[in-house]
């Protein structure tokens, strides 16, 4: 069960879109409470201090330059975290498989899609898989035991 499971989670793009929407979503709202709670007053401090630091005011129109650097940072951080948590070692690991040094997904045998095909046909007749006594593969005609 769990091979098939890590065989669907290593297919395709899977594990990308699971990581841009679960893990891109959690981790950056707590990077973006980090410096919110903590950058934001140090930027504020280097900017002047006080309600007006990390702003300027031109012809009455305020700039906030220290919210433009505090999303530059919340970005770096999480595209940091997320590379080198997840893709770096998904990467590693396709290396791994390309190089034969860990099995790809599991792909079916001949016999088993015959197998798959010969009970298909017989759902569509009506006549349901049913067991066949002469083993998987082998074909039973009509008459034969």
């Known amino acids: 069960m769990f091979k098939g499971f890590k065989d669907f989670l290593l297919r395709g ?34 900017g002047g201090g006080g309600l ?12 906030d330059w220290a919210a433009f650097v505090n999303a530059v940072i919340t970005f770096v951080i999480t595209a940091a975290v997320v ?24 792909e079916p045998t001949q016999v088993e899609l015959l197998v798959e095909i010969r009970d298909l046909l017989r759902a569509q007749q009506g ?14 005609l009509p008459g034969q035991l």
């Open 52 to 63: 007006e630091g990390g702003t300027f005011i031109i012809n009455g129109q305020v700039f």
């Open 127 to 140: 006549a349901g898989p049913g067991r066949d006594p002469s083993g998987p593969g082998t074909t039973t």
């Open 13 to 46: 793009n899977v594990v990308e879109l699971a990581v841009a929407v679960v893990i891109g979503a959690a981790f950056t709202a707590l990077v973006s409470q980090f410096t919110a709670s903590f950058l934001e007053p140090l930027i504020a401090l280097v």
């Open 83 to 106: 590379y080198f948590l997840v893709v770096l070692p998904l990467n590693k690991l396709m290396e791994r498989r390309k190089r034969g040094e860990e099995a790809g997904p599991a």
